[in-house]
């Protein structure tokens, strides 16, 4: 089902950054790469005022223009608690670390934070940072709807665990290959979360990532479950 008639808004930024705009208008920007971001196109690295953003880890091509972005749109923070800890001692002070299983309110949006198998490490002057444990995101928006927004993962059975607890209508999910589920195994996420929709996200953007909308639709075939897909900048 396309977002609009779920009550929200969507604009992928290109690569895994995801802007989200809920029915009573607040912004939500997952993964703040755009400066930076070789797939964002240029009139979109002009953010909207931002009421939100989540981190879902500190590898460059998620995390790379955080503090940039941060300091421009001085908006809530929401990420790990160690990467919490790396942006209190940048001088932000807008900060909700929270772990796995924890939830916060803001805006009238509740972000649950949730598994996802990947690594985490933030770069500064040739220094490798440990940031916490990657993680994903349960998003429900003011009407009700949740949306499932996995960051980098590989496909685990804990999937069908937020399907059951949290039923998102629609979920984000990674599909490149190499760093993070293909089509294959991001197909088999859906079936798990039980979701209608699919927004696929992390691919395209360097030629290594091989993994496609239409693929992860041929996956698909005998479901009812549609992909939502998007070309850097668009919206649904």
Not at 25 to 54: F, Q, R, S, Y
Request: glycine share 10%; hydrophobic share 40%.
């Amino acid at each position: 089902m396309n977002p609009k008639k779920l009550g929200f808004g969507v604009t992928w930024l290109g690569h895994a950054t995801v802007l989200y705009r809920t029915e009573g208008g607040k912004t939500i920007l997952v993964d703040p790469w755009v400066d930076h971001n070789p797939a964002c196109p240029e009139p979109m690295k002009k953010l909207p005022p931002l009421d939100l953003v989540l981190v879902t880890h500190g590898h460059g091509d998620h995390f790379q223009d955080c503090i940039d972005v941060l300091r421009r749109a001085n908006p809530d923070v929401v990420c790990i608690y160690e990467i919490s800890l790396y942006l209190g001692s940048k001088g932000f002070t807008k900060l909700h670390g929270i772990n796995k299983g924890g939830s916060v309110t803001l805006h009238g949006v509740r972000v649950t934070m949730v598994q996802a198998v990947h690594s985490s490490s933030i770069v500064e002057d040739d220094r490798l940072i440990p940031a916490g444990e990657p993680c994903g995101y349960v998003i429900e928006f003011e009407n009700g709807v949740r949306l499932y927004h996995a960051g980098d993962t590989a496909v685990f059975g804990d999937m069908k665990l937020i399907g059951e607890l949290y039923r998102p209508s629609i979920a984000a999910l990674p599909i490149g290959d190499l760093f993070t589920m293909s089509p294959l195994e991001a197909a088999a996420a859906a079936k798990l979360l039980g979701v209608g929709s699919v927004i696929p996200i992390h691919h395209s953007t360097f030629p290594a990532l091989t993994g496609t909308p239409q693929s992860l639709r041929d996956h698909l075939k005998g479901t009812s479950i549609e992909v939502v897909e998007l070309k850097p900048g668009e919206s649904a």
